[in-house]
């Protein structure tokens, strides 16, 4: 079942939630970012979900194995060796031996790949800055920390939901 458009959504998402308009442009940001994602895993030739497994791996501290990355995922150990694979046939990583524990494998992204990703963003991220920089500094400190807070309150939330509470 299709959702619609933004400008189908938003009119009957009103009709059930009441919020202030910052609310609802940062729901049309969230909308917008979900077409992002899928426009952008259309363009790679990749399941949403690998692509998410990709964003994983690229902003990992330390590199994740398989098991580590479906937990990341929510999904079963095998699936996330079945993704894997997957992505490892399609170029997109590469299995290593970890340098503390040579029993250990690694999931280590493809540099190709990953300049591929940036690549489709950077035209995005530079428009992002130009809009940035058209905000004065101090509005530009305000949005951020609104940003930086509604982030925090998104992160807790899902928290919340994964936990049961």
Do not use: C, N
């Not at 994740?64 to 399609?90: F, H, Y």
């Not at 428009?127 to 530009?140: C, H, I």
């Not at 940003?147 to 936990?163: K, Y």
Request: proline share 3%.
């Amino acid at each position: 079942m299709s959702e619609g458009s933004q400008d189908e959504v938003e009119p009957r998402e009103r009709q059930r939630v009441t919020a202030s308009e910052v609310s609802w442009g940062v729901r049309r940001l969230q909308r917008a970012q979900e077409e992002l994602t899928r426009a952008l895993t259309a363009r790679l030739g990749l399941r949403a979900l690998d692509f998410t497994a990709m964003t994983h791996l690229m902003a990992a501290d330390a590199p994740l194995g398989p098991g580590e990355l479906a937990s990341l995922l929510g999904i079963s150990s095998g699936s996330g060796t079945e993704l894997a694979d997957r992505l490892e046939r399609a170029g997109h990583l590469h299995r290593r031996r970890a340098a503390e524990d040579r029993r250990r494998i690694v999931l280590e992204p493809d540099e190709a790949s990953v300049s591929g990703i940036l690549g489709q963003l950077a035209p995005l991220f530079g428009k992002l800055d130009q809009l940035a920089d058209s905000f004065t500094s101090a509005e530009q400190a305000v949005i951020t920390r609104y940003l930086t807070a509604a982030t925090e309150l998104v992160h807790g939330h899902a928290l919340d939901l994964a936990a049961g509470s």
